[in-house]
């Protein structure tokens, strides 16, 4: 199973992006897909997760609540994370992690697949 995230950019200060991640491979299920983001010089820190109920748990800061939202499809082969009015704060290199399944073997963590860069201007 490989993931892939997607969608960052540079984004002046008050814009949006819509970050996807997309699970592939063969024979698998996915229960929840998490994301995280790691600004420059600081630790991967979780920011939220979606389930297979479609239910969220938040990781957020106060700053990003209200304007980070996670969302996903039925399967949770694509999950986004929604960021409106960026601040230059959220700088950061953001990476989606998953708990999967192949074929019958256990629940496991997925690897962790390349992140995608947002960079907000001031």
């Known amino acids: 199973v490989q993931l892939q995230a997607s969608g960052g950019g540079l984004v002046q200060a008050g814009g949006s992006l819509r970050l996807s991640c997309t699970a592939s491979?063969?024979?698998?299920?996915?229960?929840?897909m998490a994301w995280f983001r790691q600004a420059p010089g600081q630790e991967r820190r979780f920011v939220g997760r979606?389930?297979?109920?479609?239910?969220?748990?938040?990781g957020m800061t106060e700053s990003e609540k209200g304007r980070f939202t996670i969302s996903g499809d039925n399967a949770l082969r694509m999950v986004y994370l929604q960021v409106s009015s960026l601040k230059p704060e959220d700088t950061a290199v953001y990476y989606c992690?998953?708990?999967?399944?192949?074929?019958?073997?256990?629940?496991?963590?997925?690897?962790w697949g390349k992140g995608t860069l947002v960079t907000v201007s001031s």
């Open positions: 491979g063969r024979n698998f299920r996915v229960d929840s």
């Open positions: 992690n998953g708990r999967i399944s192949i074929a019958t073997y256990p629940w496991t963590l997925s690897p």
């Open positions: 979606i389930n297979s109920g479609g239910d969220t748990e938040s």
